[in-house]
């Protein structure tokens, strides 16, 4: 794949347990402690708002989210590392925010390791603003655990 894909050549599809192989792929490539298949099967047959970001054939990143009442909490965003820092984040957290407002969704959430600096920017460029801290909610080497900033956007 052209690692210069432009937004105009990318579409969403919803993920699917066919492409969990190339959804792994990333996932293990781009996280310490990556989402198990299990974790990718679970949201599926849970009806998660699951989709993939795909050019060329090949995907490029992917977001699964949870709609509640009047919020969605998002669960996993994640761009494949070699892609990373071109926007793509941006155009899932753009998708999943319209998805959101159609659903009668007023808030997004999401929760992201305190050490993730590159990822607490983007959400903050797009709008999120830090609401909380939970103490040691991600596992981190050697058996630690590491806190969580949690974010909210105001849709």
Request: hydrophobic letters at 50%; glycine letters at 8%.
């Given at each position: 794949?052209?690692?210069?894909?432009?937004?105009?050549?990318?579409?969403?599809?919803?993920?699917?347990?066919?492409?969990?192989?190339?959804?792994?792929?990333?996932?293990?490539r781009a996280?310490?402690?990556?989402?198990?298949?299990?974790?990718?099967?679970?949201?599926?047959?849970?009806?998660?708002?699951?989709?993939?970001?795909?050019?060329?054939?090949?995907?490029?990143?992917?977001?699964?989210?949870?709609?509640?009442?009047?919020?969605?909490?998002?669960?996993?965003?994640?761009?494949?590392?070699?892609?990373?820092?071109?926007?793509?984040?941006?155009?899932?957290?753009?998708?999943?925010?319209t998805w959101?407002?159609?659903?009668?969704?007023?808030?997004?959430?999401?929760?992201?390791?305190v050490s993730?600096?590159?990822?607490?920017?983007?959400?903050?460029?797009?709008?999120?603003?830090?609401?909380?801290?939970?103490?040691?909610?991600?596992?981190?080497?050697?058996?630690?655990?590491?806190?969580?900033?949690?974010?909210?956007?105001?849709?």
């Amino acid at each position: 794949m052209n690692a210069l894909v432009h937004a105009a050549e990318a579409e969403f599809e919803a993920m699917s347990e066919a492409r969990l192989e190339a959804v792994m792929d990333i996932e293990t490539r781009a996280y310490e402690f990556p989402w198990s298949r299990g974790n990718f099967s679970d949201s599926l047959r849970a009806g998660y708002q699951a989709q993939l970001l795909v050019a060329e054939g090949a995907v490029l990143g992917y977001f699964v989210a949870m709609k509640g009442l009047d919020e969605v909490h998002l669960l996993n965003l994640t761009v494949d590392p070699a892609l990373q820092g071109r926007g793509w984040g941006r155009v899932m957290l753009e998708a999943l925010a319209t998805w959101a407002r159609g659903k009668g969704a007023e808030w997004l959430w999401l929760e992201v390791r305190v050490s993730n600096l590159p990822a607490q920017r983007l959400y903050e460029h797009v709008g999120f603003r830090t609401v909380g801290r939970r103490p040691a909610y991600y596992p981190a080497a050697a058996g630690q655990r590491e806190d969580a900033i949690v974010m909210s956007l105001k849709l």
